[in-house]
C-alpha cells in the first residue's frame, strides 16, 4: 500500500491547491479580510452580463492613413495605427474615470473595450468616436482666397465659412496639457492648453510674425475657433473657446491630453447588460446549477449506492478544481460559461458510469474485488480518452472561432473535461482502493439497476429495426432541412446585424410604442411582447444604422421610448454591424465544417474509416433535426445556438465512441460472430452506460432549460432535445450505418481492423 500513501499525498496536494485557489471566490465578506490581497484577488471576474455593462468593438479605418502614406507596407501601417488607437483610448478612457476598463486588440483591425457598470455608452461612444486631430492653420488673406491651395471648412454647425491657408501652421500634438477653465470676463467656458518646448518656440515664432492675422484651431475638420493674434505668445499656453456649454468644454480638454487618434474608429458592435438583468442572470444561474447538482448527486446515489457516493465527492471535487483553475488563468465568468460548468457537471458523470459500469461486469465474472477494480479502469480509461478527445476538438474549434462569451464557454468545459478525466481516473480509484482495502480478495458489489443487468447480458436485437430507424432519421432530416428553408430560422443579430432593444416601459402599449417609432423615422423597427406586461424587445434592421456608424438609431429609440414613460428601462442592447454579422455567419460554418472534419480524422486515426464515416454521418443528421428543432420551435439562432451545436457535436461523437469502443473491442476477441449479432451484443454491453450517461446529462441541464430564460434558452433548450436526438442515434443510427458500411467492406475483401502490433508481430513470427 505504499504505492497508495505516495499517490494519496501527490493527489492531495493537488487537490488542496486547486481548492484553495477557488476559496477566495466563495469567502464571506467577514472572513476576507483576515487574507492577504494578494491571495483575495485571485479571484473570477464576472462578465458584462452577469454584472452590467457595456462592450464596444471598435474598427480602425485606415483608408485615409494608407491614402497618405503611399507605398508604406499595409501591414505595418494597419498594425502602427491600432496599437497608437489602444494607447490613445485607453488614456481617453482613464480621463473619465470608468472602473477599469478592459481595453484589448481583436482581429487585424478592431478594438473590444468592456465597462463593467456603465449602463448608457453613448457618451462614450461619441468620446472615442471622435478622431481629435487638431491643426493650427492662418485665415487665407483676401488675395488667396481663389487660389487652390486653400481649405473651405465650416464651425461645427455648418453656418459660418472659413476659408484658411491649406498649409498647417502647427500639428495639435504639441500640446501638452489642457484643461477646462472659465472666462474671466465672459465667464464662459473655455479650454486652456500648454505646449510642449518645440511647441512653444514654434507658437512664439509664428505669432510674432502674424500680428493681426486671425488663426484657426481646427478639430477634425470643423473651425472650432479663429481668435485675432493681438500681441505675440511667447508664453507657451493660450486659450480656446467657441461658444462651448461646460460638458463640451470638459471633453474638449480630455480629447486634447489623451491625443489624437491616428485613424478614425467607427462602432460596428455595441452589447449593454443593465445591472438588474446582471443580478438575475447571476440568481438564475446559481439556482439552475445548484439543482441540477443535485439532481445528478441524487441519481448517483439512487442507483451506485455507497459507489455513487464516491462519484458525487470526485464530482464536487472537479467542481471545485474548474473553479480553481478558472481563477488562475484569470478567467471571466459568463452566463454562457455557467451553463459549461452545468454542463461539465452532467458530462463528468460519464467517466464514472463507465468505470463503475466496467467494474461490475468484472465483477460479474467472477473476479476478485482488486482485480476488478484493475480491469475495470484498465478497459474504461480508453475510452474515456477517446470520448474526452473528440469532445475537446469541438471544444478548441468553439475558442478559436468563437467571440467572447462563446470563449469562456469553451474554456470552462475544455477545464472541466481536464479535471474529469483528473478525478474520474486518479482520485475516484485511489478512494475506491482505499474502500476495498483489506479485503482485495474479496467479491465486490456495486449496485445498480437489476432488470437492465438483465437486459444488457440477455441482449436485445436492436439492429432489427435498422431499417425503420435509417428510414425514418432521413424522414426527420428532410423535414428539418424543410423547415430551415420555410419558415427559417429566426436568427439573431449575431448572425443579421442590426440592433435588439429589450425595453421595460409597463404604462406603454405595443400601439403607442408603433405609433412614436413610426414618427422617429424608426418604421422598420419590429416589436415582440415577452414576459410581464410592459417587456418588449425591439428589432432594427442593419441598414437602419448604415450611414449613422450602428450606434445612432439606439439613441433615437431611447428617446422615442422615454417620450411615452420617462422612467422606461433598456436592461439590455445589442448592435451588431452587417459587417461582423457576415463575419460571424462564416466563422459559424467553418467552426462546424472544421469540427466535422478533426473529429472525422481522429476516429479514423483511432479506430477504422468505417467507423469515422458512421459516426460523421450519424452526427450530420443530428445536427438537420436541432436545427429543425430551432425553426421548429422558435428558439433564436444566435450565439450561445452555435456554442450548443458545437457540444452537441462533442457530446454526440463521445456517446458513439463508447458503443464503437465496445464494438472494436468484440471484433477483437470474437472476429469470426456474425457483425448483426456482434453489433447487437455491443449495444446491449454499453446500455446501461448509455442509459444513466444521458439522464444525468439530461437532470443537469433540465433546470435551466425549464427556468433559465431566454438569455439561456438558445443553449438549454437545444442541449436537451440534442441529448435525447444523440442517445437514440447512437443505438438505432450510428450501428445500422456501422453495418452497411462493414458489410460493404467486407465484400471488397477488407478485414473490419487493421491489426494490432501485437497481431503483426506474432504474424511476422509465423513466415518462415
Request: aromatic share 6%.
Amino acid at each position: 500500500m505504499k504505492s497508495l500513501r505516495s499517490r494519496a499525498m501527490v493527489y492531495g496536494l493537488v487537490i488542496v491547491l486547486g481548492l484553495l485557489s477557488a476559496m477566495p471566490n466563495l469567502l464571506p465578506a467577514n472572513l476576507a479580510d483576515k487574507f492577504p490581497d494578494w491571495y483575495l484577488e485571485n479571484t473570477l471576474s464576472l462578465g458584462l452580463d452577469l454584472q452590467g455593462g457595456s462592450h464596444l468593438l471598435l474598427e480602425v479605418d485606415a483608408t485615409e492613413l494608407l491614402a497618405n502614406n503611399p507605398g508604406q507596407p499595409e501591414d505595418l501601417l494597419l498594425k502602427d495605427a491600432v496599437e497608437r488607437s489602444l494607447e490613445v483610448v485607453r488614456r481617453r478612457l482613464d480621463e473619465t474615470g470608468l472602473v477599469e476598463p478592459s481595453i484589448t486588440r481583436q482581429g487585424k483591425n478592431h478594438i473590444l473595450v468592456q465597462m463593467p457598470g456603465v449602463a448608457d455608452p453613448a457618451h462614450i461612444r461619441e468620446l472615442l468616436g471622435t478622431t481629435a486631430q487638431m491643426t493650427f492653420h492662418w485665415v487665407a488673406k483676401p488675395d488667396e482666397s481663389r487660389r487652390s491651395a486653400v481649405l473651405r471648412l465650416t464651425d461645427a454647425t455648418g453656418e459660418q465659412e472659413y476659408v484658411l491657408e491649406k498649409r498647417v501652421a502647427m500639428q495639435g500634438e504639441h500640446i501638452s496639457d489642457a484643461q477646462m477653465a472659465f472666462n474671466q470676463d465672459t465667464t464662459e467656458p473655455v479650454v486652456n492648453f500648454k505646449l510642449d518646448s518645440e511647441g512653444t518656440r514654434l507658437f512664439g515664432d509664428m505669432t510674432r510674425q502674424n500680428i493681426g492675422r486671425p488663426l484657426a484651431i481646427v478639430l477634425d475638420n470643423h473651425v472650432i475657433t479663429a481668435p485675432i493674434i493681438r500681441s505675440v505668445i511667447a508664453g507657451g499656453s493660450g486659450e480656446i473657446s467657441g461658444s462651448f456649454t461646460t460638458a463640451e468644454a470638459s471633453n474638449l480638454a480630455l480629447l486634447l491630453r489623451a491625443g489624437a487618434l491616428p485613424a478614425p474608429l467607427h462602432v460596428i458592435e455595441e452589447r449593454t447588460v443593465g445591472p438588474d438583468l446582471g443580478s438575475d442572470a447571476i440568481a438564475m444561474g446559481v439556482s439552475t446549477g445548484l439543482l441540477g447538482a443535485a439532481l445528478v448527486i441524487a441519481f448517483m446515489l439512487g442507483i451506485y449506492g455507497r459507489w455513487g457516493l464516491i462519484a458525487c465527492a470526485g464530482l464536487a471535487v472537479n467542481i471545485g478544481l474548474v473553479l480553481g483553475l478558472l481563477s488562475i488563468l484569470g478567467a471571466t465568468l459568463t452566463l454562457p460559461g455557467i451553463a459549461g460548468i452545468i454542463l461539465t457537471i452532467g458530462m463528468a458523470v460519464d467517466a464514472n458510469i463507465l468505470i463503475n459500469e466496467r467494474i461490475r461486469e468484472e465483477s460479474r465474472k467472477g473476479k476478485v474485488a482488486w482485480m476488478a477494480l484493475r480491469e475495470g479502469f484498465g478497459r474504461a480509461y480508453s475510452t474515456i480518452l477517446d470520448s474526452n478527445v473528440t469532445t475537446l476538438i469541438a471544444v478548441s474549434l468553439l475558442f478559436m472561432f468563437g467571440s467572447g462569451p462563446v470563449k469562456g464557454f469553451a474554456v470552462t468545459i475544455g477545464i472541466g473535461l481536464l479535471t474529469s478525466l483528473f478525478t474520474a481516473v486518479a482520485f475516484n480509484r485511489l478512494v475506491m482502493e482505499w474502500w476495498i482495502k483489506g479485503r482485495e480478495r474479496e467479491p465486490l458489489t456495486i449496485a445498480g439497476f437489476a432488470w437492465l443487468d438483465r437486459l444488457s447480458e440477455r441482449g436485445v436485437n436492436f439492429m432489427k429495426g435498422r431499417v425503420i430507424g435509417l428510414v425514418l432519421s432521413g424522414v426527420l432530416s428532410i423535414a428539418s432541412i424543410a423547415l430551415f428553408i420555410q419558415p427559417g430560422l429566426d436568427y439573431g443579430v449575431d448572425f443579421t446585424g442590426g440592433t435588439l432593444v429589450e425595453v421595460r416601459a409597463p404604462s406603454v402599449s405595443v400601439d403607442e410604442l408603433r405609433t412614436t417609432l413610426q414618427s422617429q423615422q424608426l418604421g422598420a423597427a419590429s416589436i415582440q411582447e415577452f414576459g410581464q406586461d410592459g417587456d418588449f424587445l425591439i428589432r432594427l434592421p442593419a441598414d437602419a444604422s448604415s450611414n449613422t456608424g450602428a450606434a445612432h438609431p439606439v439613441d433615437a429609440l431611447k428617446s422615442a421610448v422615454t417620450s411615452l414613460q420617462p422612467d422606461a428601462s433598456f436592461p439590455k442592447v445589442d448592435v451588431v454591424g452587417p459587417k461582423v454579422s457576415g463575419g460571424f455567419s462564416d466563422a459559424t460554418i467553418l467552426a462546424i465544417l472544421l469540427a466535422g472534419a478533426g473529429m472525422l480524422a481522429y476516429l479514423w486515426i483511432r479506430f477504422e474509416s468505417h467507423f469515422a464515416l458512421a459516426a460523421t454521418i450519424t452526427i450530420a443528421l443530428d445536427l438537420t433535426k436541432t436545427i429543425g428543432f430551432f425553426a421548429l420551435a422558435g428558439v433564436e439562432f444566435n450565439l450561445t445556438a452555435v456554442a450548443a451545436l458545437l457540444a452537441l457535436i462533442g457530446y454526440s461523437v463521445n456517446d458513439k465512441v463508447v458503443v464503437f469502443d465496445r464494438i472494436r473491442e468484440n471484433l477483437r476477441q470474437t472476429p469470426d460472430m456474425p457483425m448483426l449479432e456482434l453489433l447487437n451484443r455491443s449495444i446491449s454491453s454499453t446500455l446501461t452506460r448509455t442509459v444513466f450517461t444521458s439522464v444525468t446529462t439530461f437532470l443537469a441541464l433540465l433546470p435551466m432549460g425549464i427556468a433559465g430564460g431566454a438569455a439561456v434558452s438558445s443553449f438549454a433548450l437545444p442541449m436537451l432535445f440534442g441529448i435525447v436526438i444523440g442517445t437514440s442515434s447512437s443505438v438505432f443510427i450510428a450501428s445500422p450505418i456501422l453495418y452497411y458500411l462493414s458489410e460493404r467492406r467486407s465484400r471488397k475483401g477488407l478485414t473490419q481492423l487493421r491489426p494490432t502490433a501485437e497481431e503483426m508481430r506474432k504474424e511476422l513470427e509465423l513466415i518462415p
